[in-house]
């Protein structure tokens, strides 16, 4: 979880960055957004990738250890930036849950394809890359307020796997209900988890 939290932070705009190394990663993530759009994502090589973005392969490399890893920060960060649209973050508060598991469920339903399973290798990087964002914005609001029996990471780790496959199930459950309604059982489920240490 950590090594991919590392790779989704890569692409957070809060640290300070070169502009030069932010710049290359965007021109890697823009390629594979780009190719994603044009075939499957097994079908995409780095060679493509680094094509796409008219960079040296070498220089995918200097920035990403694979294309799963360039997946996972183009994921992160797409997702980041829809719950930064949103204005959403962890206080605790009514609604807070309930706004972060919507922005799981929107944003897993706006990816091509994710409902019905044909971008089966897509799924998993998915997945690690939205738990990966929910787990930090978690721990952030956490941060406020720390529990006092049990580890921050611990709760973190378990509500944000709990808030993603709930959402999952939702998504591939046929004549699914609206996610407003959805969101209210995942608050059902995981505020429990979330008072665990207190």
Request: aromatic share 6%; with cysteine.
């Amino acid at each position: 979880m950590e090594q991919v939290e590392a790779q989704v932070e890569a692409v957070d705009t809060r640290e300070p960055i070169d502009p030069r190394v932010r710049r290359t990663r965007q021109m890697l993530q823009n390629a594979l957004d780009q190719l994603l759009s044009e075939k499957d994502f097994d079908k995409i090589s780095v060679q493509d990738i680094a094509d796409k973005a008219t960079l040296h392969r070498a220089t995918f490399y200097d920035h990403y250890p694979d294309k799963f890893a360039l997946l996972e920060c183009l994921v992160g960060g797409r997702f980041r930036g829809l719950l930064a649209k949103r204005n959403i973050s962890f206080s605790g508060c009514d609604g807070a849950l309930q706004a972060i598991a919507l922005g799981v469920c929107d944003f897993i339903t706006s990816i091509p394809g994710a409902d019905c399973g044909s971008q089966r290798q897509l799924e998993g990087h998915m997945e690690s890359a939205v738990i990966a964002v929910v787990r930090r914005i978690l721990l952030e609001g956490m941060a406020k307020h720390p529990p006092v029996s049990m580890r921050p990471e611990l709760i973190a780790s378990a509500a944000s796997w709990a808030i993603y496959g709930v959402a999952k199930e939702w998504m591939h459950t046929p004549k699914r209900p609206p996610a407003e309604e959805i969101v209210t059982k995942i608050e059902k489920l995981v505020s429990p988890i979330l008072s665990a240490g207190r």
